[in-house]
Every structure is written in C-alpha cells, then in structure tokens.
C-alpha cells in the first residue's frame, strides 16, 4: 500500500511538471520522472504498445517544459518494428494416416517461411557441411536433398563442451542455410535427447527480425520423427548415438511423403524516437551538435524471448534502473542546460530512444535518418542504467574515454573533487545506444553505475534508485558537456575498440571480417555493413560503410543469420570473393582473412 501511495504522489507531481520544471538537476524531478516512467501503468514500455506511446509523449512534454525545440514530426521519429510473431490460421503436418496436433506434435519455427511442401524424407543427422583442415563431415554425402524434407538434429556431438569444435557449425539458423544449399525444399528439426531429454517444442519468439528462412521450417517431437524414420530401422536416440560416437555421418532417404502447411504471421507496429533541440549560440558553431540521450524502453510484461532473466515470469518489467533512471538524466539535463543558452556555442540534441532493448534499432534508425547532418554531430553522451550506484564500490563507468583525443583529460578534470570513482573504458563500442553512434566515427561517453541482480526482472523498480547519487552523476556529465560544448575545436573522432559484435548468442568465430553487421535487418537487399574496422581485412579488402553484402564466395547472404553462417565456414589466411551493392552498382571485392 505504501509504494501504491508513493507511486500515486509522484504522478500527481509529474502532472504538474508538464508545465514547468526546475532549471537545476534535482532529487525530486528525477524522482518524478522515474516515478512515472516507471510505474505500472505504462506496463514495462515495450515498443509499439500503450504503455511506450504514453512514455514517450511524457518525454516530449518535459523536453517542450524544458524549451527545447522539437525535430522530426512535433518532437517524434517514426520507424517500425516487429512486435510479436504468431501462428497464422493453418499449420498442418500429416504423413499416411497421421494428422498431426500443432503445439504437441510440431511447432513451426518463428523464422520459417509461410507455404506448403509436399515431399519425401532425407535424414541428415546433425547437418553439416564441414570442409575445414581439421574438422570434415558432411551429412549431404552421398543423399539427394533437393526437393525433399531434410531432417536434422539440433545442436553437436559436443553439447556439453564450452570448447567443441562443433561451435561454428551449431547454429540451427546456419544448418538451415546448409539445408538450403543442397536445394532442401523444407527443414524438420528434431531434438536430440542430449539436448533435451523432455524434447519440448521450440516455441515462437520475437528476435525483432522479419527475416525469414525462405523455406517452410518445423520443430517435431522424436515419437514423430521416429514414426517418419521407421522405414530404415533407425530411432532418433540410437542415430544419436551412432553420431557422437562415430564422428560421421549416418544419412539416408525415406520413402514416406510427408504434407505440411506452415502460416506465420509477422505484426508490425510503430514506435519512436523522441528528439528536442537546443540551439547554440555561436554563428559558427551552432550547426555542429552534441547528442545526449538515453532509451525508454522496456521488456514490457516479459516472458519467452523478452530478455527478461524471468523468461517462465509474466509480469510488469518496470525498468526503473534500465532505463528511466537514463531518460530522467536526459530530461534533467535538458532543463538545466537550457537555463544557460547563451553560452552554448553548439547545438544540442536530446533523443530518447525507442527499441534500444531489441537491438539498438532505435538509435540505429537515428543514425540512418538523422534529423541534422550527420557529419556535424561531434560528440554523444549516452546513459544507460545510471540509478543503481553502488555505495561499497562507490564508482560509477565511463566508457569510450579513448574515442576522441581529449576525452579522457576532460573526463579527468571534472572527476577530480567527487564524492566517488570513475573507471575509465577506453573502448567505443559497447551494449547501449553509443555504439551506433561509434560506428558512425562520433566521439562517445557512456555512463552507468552498472548491472545489479534486479536488472531484466520485474523487481528493478523506483524505490530501488539512489536518486541523490544520480544527482551528483547529471551534475558531474553536465560539467563534461558544457566543456566539449564551449571547445573551439570539436573533438577529434579516434577509434578505439572494435566496431564489430562477435553476434547474437555468444557465437565464437574462427575469422572475422572486420565489420560491424546491421543486426536490425533493416536492409532486405542483404547485410548491411554499420561500421569498417580499421587494418581489419575487411578494410584492408576495401569495403566501405554502407555496403550491403549479398554474397561471400558465391554464396547468397540475405542476413545476419547467413552473414554469420557463411563466415563460421571459412578459415584464417583464405581469400574470399565478397560481392557487394554499392550505390545500386554491384562490385566483387577480395578479402584475405
């Protein structure tokens, strides 16, 4: 009752601040401000919903409090995303006189393609194509797949080892592309007991990509598979078996025809950046912009496939500390760096960011449709999670120190004479918003107090913040502003760290090419390339910023997924053929890894 009361008074208070706020960072209005953004009326601030609308228009009223002028449309940047994935009216698998039960006997994947494929049965154990110096297996060996149903097991014969070689070659993405290689018509995926001896359906879950694998894709029982294999003598754990202990293939072609009709339906909403503009005051200087920004967004009620770290758990996620405590920085220093206008020399751009929790599309998006000229943006200040401070470390992380030239001396100056630490990461690139901004060649500062057993659970909520050390943070990032602000020089941009992801998943890499991917798929061409590191081969091979890829080797690259599959295949020192679209011209480029 008590935290019913107290939520209730902060929102009566943030009514009132629509209209006017304080022109100094403020226990109170952060307080306010994560009070609100963080209540259970706005339910987790999934993007595309309700309760992120209502978030964001609190966002843009306070920005307009703090006389910031809008950008885009009345203060919103509109983009779409995927926000759910669900099963469409028909899903049917049969074979003889067997009629299959959707969600007991077989789930189609999120991924798979809406069709229907009427085809007889390869069974291609693990599904691989390895050609590797010190690893080959090819369960393609001597059976004709084109057409046909492929069936294969999910997962390695090395399940339990964190350093199998396997590693590259697991991924059940990168099997179906393997699948489809040999001309697959359709994949049936089935789990191994080693993988899960309960043989639960993989379910539908939203990895905020639309991209599907071009085939219809279905997750079957064993009993099923076993019914389907019968023909050849053979059960799904004793080719198991024969598989981890032989190292080799065990494929075959089954004489029964199997039906399916897969329908998958992608829903789509929108959702938005929300952007206000300082202006500066120095007619040479006040077309050159410093971004300071934060997401808003959530996990929304979590569950399966939501990041929450209670996927069994359907709750409010209220994302106190991640990242109302970050968007209530963003609105604090918007209304105190406004009281001092006249002595801005740049401009500034706050932007709260909208679906940074499914990928940075939002921040992304940013970067691609930028508001101003990109080129004139020389410095973004990003705080993600900074209301957690912990009083035993008493520390706080600055990340990206080493991105520009003076960064770090400046960060030096202003920490000196506070009442806590600041540890230094020199590195641009990291798991918050910046990182677009550092692929785009932009100095950046990355601020939090850190993670906490409470983070992606519905228990980071607002009574948890120690708001007066959030005070001390704003007050200390305001200094570093107003310094990089008032330079007559801008900072000059300094790489430094990788620009490139090793994936989704944790998924290790023999090479790299030296890029950083456009997780987001937001390019239906093929990759998109965000980012070119330095010396790295891809550099080196001549690939630039803004290329797609849509091949390596010959080999068709619609995707992250593809893009990841393709480069597990290939080995250090070899030269690989990349063909890119550039400037609606294709070009072949070679890259020695």
């Known amino acids: 009752m008590l935290k019913i009361l107290i939520i209730t008074f902060f929102l009566l208070i943030s009514g009132l601040l629509f209209a006017q706020r304080s022109t100094d960072i403020t226990v109170k209005d952060l307080q306010s401000d994560v009070y609100y953004l963080a209540s259970d009326s706005l339910k987790g601030r999934k993007p595309g919903t309700s309760g992120a609308n209502l978030a964001a228009e609190y966002i ?3 920005f307009e409090a703090c006389n910031l002028k809008p950008a885009a449309e009345n203060g919103f940047q509109y983009f779409d995303i995927v926000s759910d994935i669900t099963l469409g009216e028909k899903n049917t698998l049969s074979f003889i006189d067997f009629d299959g039960t959707i969600n007991k006997d077989f789930m189609p994947l999120a991924y798979s393609s809406s069709g229907t494929l009427s085809a007889t049965v390869v069974f291609a154990g693990y599904g691989f194509d390895i ?9 393609y060996d001597g059976v004709e797949a084109k057409g046909k149903w492929v069936m294969i097991l999910r997962a390695d014969p090395e399940i339990d080892s964190m350093d199998s070689k396997f590693i590259p070659y697991s991924d059940l993405r990168g099997k179906i592309l393997t699948a489809k290689d040999h001309g697959a018509a359709g994949v049936l995926v089935v789990t191994p007991v080693g993988y899960d001896k309960d043989d639960k359906l993989i379910q539908l879950s939203n990895d905020n990509n639309d991209v599907t694998s071009g085939i219809p894709v279905i997750n079957i029982k064993r009993k099923i598979a076993n019914t ?21 293939p065990k494929s075959f072609q089954v004489p029964i025809k199997v039906d399916a009709t897969t329908s998958i339906v992608v829903k789509r909403e929108k959702t938005a950046n929300v952007i206000g503009i300082l202006e500066g005051s120095d007619p040479l200087l006040r077309n050159e912009y410093i971004v300071i920004g934060a997401h808003y967004d959530h996990l929304g009620l979590g569950g399966t496939g939501s990041g929450s770290r209670f996927p069994d758990t359907v709750a409010i996620h209220n994302g106190a500390d991640d990242n109302a405590s970050g968007t209530a920085m963003v609105i604090e220093l918007a209304g105190k760096l406004s009281a001092v206008k006249k002595d801005l020399r740049r401009s500034i751009l706050f932007v709260s960011f909208s679906a940074e929790e499914m990928g940075l599309i939002g921040s992304k998006y940013f970067i691609d449709h930028c508001p101003v000229d990109k080129k004139q943006i020389k410095a973004m200040l990003n705080f993600d999670m900074v209301g957690r401070f912990d009083r035993d470390k008493n520390s706080i992380s600055v990340s990206g120190t080493g991105t520009a030239v003076e960064l770090d001396s400046i960060v030096k100056k202003h920490e000196k004479g506070l009442p806590f630490s600041v540890t230094h990461s020199s590195d641009g690139y990291g798991p918050s918003d910046h990182a677009a901004f550092y ?26 913040l ?6 001390e943070i704003g007050d200390f990032a305001y200094n570093i502003i107003l310094d990089v602000n008032k330079m007559a020089v801008p900072l000059a941009f300094k790489e430094s760290g990788s620009k490139e992801s090793s994936g989704r998943g944790g998924r290790r890499l023999k090479v790299t090419l030296g890029i950083m991917p456009d997780f987001a798929g937001s390019e239906k061409q093929g990759l998109r390339v965000d980012g070119v590191t330095k010396g790295g081969p891809a550099d080196k091979g001549g690939l630039l910023k803004g290329d797609i890829i849509i091949s390596i080797n010959g080999m068709k690259v619609r995707d992250i997924y593809e893009y990841m599959s393709r480069l597990g295949k290939l080995k250090h020192g070899q030269t690989i053929s990349v063909e890119v679209i550039r400037e609606e011209k294709n070009e072949v480029l070679l890259v020695q890894l």
Request: glycine letters at 4%; aromatic letters at 10%; hydrophobic letters at 25%.
């Open 131 to 139: 050609d590797q110096d010190s690893l080959k297996w090819n369960d």
């Open 60 to 62: 843009r009223r306070q």
């Open 439 to 464: 692929s785009a060649n932009i100095p950046v500062l990355y601020f939090s107090t850190g993670a906490h057993t409470d983070y992606h659970t519905p228990q980071d909520d607002a009574d948890k």
């Open 228 to 248: 389907i294999i019968q023909p050849s003598g053979y059960k799904i754990d004793s080719l198991e078996k024969i598989l981890n202990k032989t190292r080799a």
């Open 466 to 471: 120690d708001y007066e050390k959030e005070k």
